[in-house]
């Protein structure tokens, strides 16, 4: 069974920092490029963040380029996503996903095979 679990979550003051952290199992995570999405309230699922299957090669949306930095370890089948200097507007629901065929366009969610359940980052102002 697939599982991708997200932790890490919770409320954070503008600001400030927090580190997600998802869990994978049940697939060969080597083979797979990871994502981050995000949901805010009434709002469309954003990408965030990606990163190819060997973390050779990473992408940002833009409002979070220079804060925010994606890493993946293959022998702990876990993909991290640092986050600092949080912004209100940042405060959603995170999801990390797994996508077999990484390309330029990892930002887009609909290409994404696995996805976990999500954790809330609420950020206060």
């Known amino acids: 069974e697939v599982q991708l679990v997200e932790s890490g979550g919770g409320l954070v003051q503008a600001g400030g920092s927090l580190r997600l952290s998802c869990a994978a199992s049940g697939f060969t995570f080597d083979d797979y490029g990871m994502g981050w999405f995000r949901q805010a309230p009434g709002k469309e699922r954003e990408g965030v963040s990606c990163?190819?299957?060997?973390?050779?090669?990473?992408y940002y949306t833009d409002s979070v380029k220079g804060r925010f930095t994606i890493s993946k370890d293959n022998a702990k089948n876990t993909v991290y996503l640092p986050m600092n200097s949080l912004k209100p507007e940042a405060t959603a629901v995170y999801y990390c996903?797994?996508?077999?065929?990484?390309?330029?366009?990892?930002?887009?969610?609909?290409?994404?095979?696995?996805w976990g359940q999500g954790t809330q980052v609420p950020v206060s102002s």
């Open positions: 990163i190819s299957s060997v973390g050779d090669n990473t």
């Open positions: 996903a797994a996508v077999f065929l990484y390309g330029t366009s990892c930002l887009n969610a609909w290409q994404y095979a696995y």
